[in-house]
């Protein structure tokens, strides 16, 4: 075929470790995509990379009192090890803060400039007096005027989805310093979006076959009407502003992530000793643009990219296709790095083999609808499915083989059942090809697995361990038949299980890789003798994945936030406090704080708290939950301080599943000794507690040995 396919994947940001969310959102279809082209002949430029800029870094720097640097350096790093671990098969994954992407960028924004599609505004914006600073959206926090939660950032809801403006927040506050910032005047520079509207709505009467998802999205902003975007921002990390008098601003970081798929298309031509061949995908109206990224990113690949690229260059190819992916959820929250609710890439590829991983969110992709990862399916697919089916047909067709003839042997007369056989193949060849051109990857995988259980009847029905005795020649053809499927099941699943897909295609006496989609359907070689065939995949036991047997995997530990404290009317040692647990909602608990801490020095405080201990009233009043605070042999009492931590977060420890009970008795979290180290760090059976990657300590300095309660 030959055609030209641009693939790019959604930047990650370089804040944190990836979760299986990114990974089911748009890197593992882009790879099973990738990889398919590849194999129908097809030539392809897949690109992504580390999103290094913008406030997201800064956050995560500032908690960790280092610098944006070597927070981007240590995930990038990371992130690039975990996606060739999973196989993800780039031809380039770069990163926003190399000179190249700079340069792209600045070149961009000057064009646009230079064109009046950028234009100089004066704005209100939010000023920190304490922190004497103007602040970026993502440092501006306050109350959703959608959904009325709480802790909605200045750029975005993650509770209702919806993108905000910082004035629409109401109970506005400061995330550095927690003050109340105050409305000022400031001058940003803003792209014109409004000026491509006509265009985008031409250009999109064409993608009708667009998902149904990635059509409402866009169609709505559209049908509100674009509105000119600020470009610029107030913050001192990210790409310089081009333009005399913004020398303490920095570029948007929207503008400058998407500009990355033109700069890492150059980048690539770059290393190929071949400067001007990333024009063979941006300068040919023939080829092909897909996109691959989850629901939220929608509006800037299917509005804002195109928009860019109409302003700086009409000759530029413009998305073809953005098949967008719905969330991930664990247990029915979605996937989120702000709010440490995950499972996190490098922790599960320790634990499991990359193409077991791969199989479970191909299966379960939320390709139309939100899916959720649990566990016990996890396991009930990878035991009933996977080795059950696809890899038991496989290892017992190569096993009896092997073991009776050494070698493929050669194939007699053929039966009506074999024929059927062979036109399976052609059939499930021809039908997973189509899927996956069509970006239906569960669709595709289903008749890959229907093939392998059409393998095990055809195995059973013609019973080659009484033919071996009774009828050699026969069974020669049988199994000569098994081969034949079990080969055609590698290929098709080689977009799917890179790794298997090569095992078994050594299995089978192949001394090359698997070059091409048709490869499915070429004859076997009698003769050509068989490696010694091993297990593909291992059962899996859930206890072997969760241990339910530690007592702290029963706690439902979670961060909340302090909203109001007041004095419990019947007690002088209590105080009623009305916390914030995000997603849990908020609820009221009874705490002996009052000795050890003023009201002031509560309110608007991040805590942890035990969320399913069962709840008691308390001189009259119900508290359902505990805050935890540490305690020392000298009487002082330290809560402990999950930094500013997302209401909601889980707190948990490394290798201790987190399997919470419905109702927790107190005498149950007794059984769950938590204490201080000399660090400070709170730890339970020395290991530390934590949210995400962020140990927990105490607020204030208590004696090694503490006990938390």
């Not at 240590?74 to 926003?96: A, C, P, V, W």
């Not at 020395?686 to 105490?698: A, N």
Request: overall charge neutral; charged content about 25%; hydrophobic content about 35%.
């Amino acid at each position: 075929m030959d055609e030209k396919i641009f693939i790019g994947v959604a930047w990650p940001y370089a804040n944190g470790s990836l979760h299986l969310g990114h990974i089911a959102g748009c890197y593992l279809p882009a790879d099973i995509f990738a990889r398919y082209n590849r194999l129908i002949g097809n030539d392809v430029l897949m690109v992504s990379g580390s999103d290094e800029h913008g406030t997201p870094i800064t956050i995560t720097a500032d908690k960790e009192h280092t610098t944006p640097q070597a927070i981007v350096d240590r995930y990038h790093k990371e992130h690039t090890e975990n996606m060739k671990q999973l196989g993800i098969s780039f031809d380039l994954f770069t990163r926003t803060t190399t000179t190249n992407h700079e340069a792209v960028v600045q070149e961009i924004f000057l064009d646009l400039y230079q064109k009046n599609y950028i234009h100089r505004k004066s704005i209100d914006a939010l000023y920190c007096p304490t922190c004497a600073r103007f602040l970026p959206d993502r440092y501006v926090e306050g109350t959703c005027p959608y959904c009325q939660k709480e802790g909605a950032r200045g750029d975005q809801c993650d509770n209702c989805g919806k993108l905000l403006d910082t004035f629409e927040l109401r109970d506005v506050k400061c995330k550095v310093c927690g003050g109340t910032p105050v409305k000022q005047k400031t001058e940003h520079l803003f792209f014109v979006l409004s000026a491509f509207e006509s265009k985008l709505k031409n250009w999109l009467k064409e993608k009708e076959y667009w998902k149904a998802n990635v059509l409402k999205f866009t169609n709505n902003w559209l049908q509100n009407g674009l509105h000119d975007r600020a470009i610029t921002r107030d913050i001192i990390w990210g790409i310089k502003v081009p333009v005399f008098g913004f020398e303490q601003k920095r570029i948007y970081v929207w503008f400058d992530a998407v500009i990355g798929y033109l700069s890492a298309s150059k980048e690539w031509a770059k290393h190929q000793k071949e400067p001007s061949k990333w024009q063979e995908w941006w300068k040919n109206q023939k080829a092909n643009h897909y996109y691959f990224l989850a629901k939220d990113n929608i509006p800037f690949h299917s509005i804002i990219w195109p928009s860019i690229l109409m302003g700086y260059d009409e000759s530029l190819t413009l998305p073809y296709n953005i098949p967008a992916n719905e969330y991930l959820t664990l247990k029915g929250e979605q996937f989120s790095k702000s709010r440490g609710v995950g499972i996190w890439v490098p922790e599960i590829l320790k634990r499991f083999d990359p193409d077991v991983i791969r199989y479970y969110l191909s299966i379960n992709m939320p390709e139309n609808k939100d899916a959720d990862w649990t566990w016990s399916d996890f396991v009930s697919k990878n035991n009933d499915e996977l080795l059950g089916t696809y890899g038991n047909f496989i290892h017992r067709v190569v096993t009896f083989t092997s073991k009776n003839f050494g070698a493929i042997p050669e194939a007699g007369t053929l039966t009506k059942t074999d024929i059927e056989a062979l036109q399976k193949i052609q059939d499930t060849q021809r039908n997973v090809g189509e899927a996956l051109a069509q970006c239906s990857f569960k669709k595709g995988l289903r008749e890959i697995m229907n093939l392998a259980q059409y393998g095990n009847v055809y195995f059973d029905h013609n019973q080659p361990w009484t033919l071996v005795k009774t009828d050699a020649e026969r069974c020669k053809t049988v199994l000569h038949i098994s081969l034949q499927l079990v080969q055609a099941l590698a290929v098709c699943m080689t977009p799917y299980l890179p790794f298997s897909s090569e095992r078994i295609w050594k299995m089978l006496g192949h001394t090359d890789q698997i070059q091409h989609w048709d490869d499915a359907l070429a004859d076997i070689h009698h003769g050509t003798p068989l490696q010694t065939p091993t297990p593909l995949f291992k059962k899996l036991e859930l206890t072997d994945i969760v241990t339910t047997a530690d007592p702290f995997s029963k706690l439902d530990l979670r961060v909340a936030k302090i909203l109001e404290v007041s004095d419990h009317p019947k007690a002088d040692k209590l105080y009623i406090m009305q916390v914030d647990l995000g997603p849990l909602g908020k609820r009221t608990i009874v705490a002996g704080m009052r000795p050890y801490y003023q009201k002031q020095e509560l309110a608007g405080k991040s805590i942890v708290m035990v969320t399913n201990l069962k709840p008691a009233v308390i001189r009259g009043v119900e508290s359902k939950g505990m805050l935890l605070a540490a305690t020392d042999t000298n009487h002082i009492v330290s809560l402990l301080d999950p930094k500013d931590s997302s209401p909601g977060a889980e707190v948990g420890v490394d290798g201790i599943a987190h399997e919470p009970a419905p109702v927790l008795e107190f005498e149950a979290f007794t059984q769950a000794p938590m204490t201080i180290d000399a660090k400070g760090t709170v730890v339970y059976n020395g290991k530390q507690l934590k949210i995400k990657h962020m140990v927990v300590t105490t607020d204030r300095a208590v004696k090694e040995g503490a006990k938390v309660s």
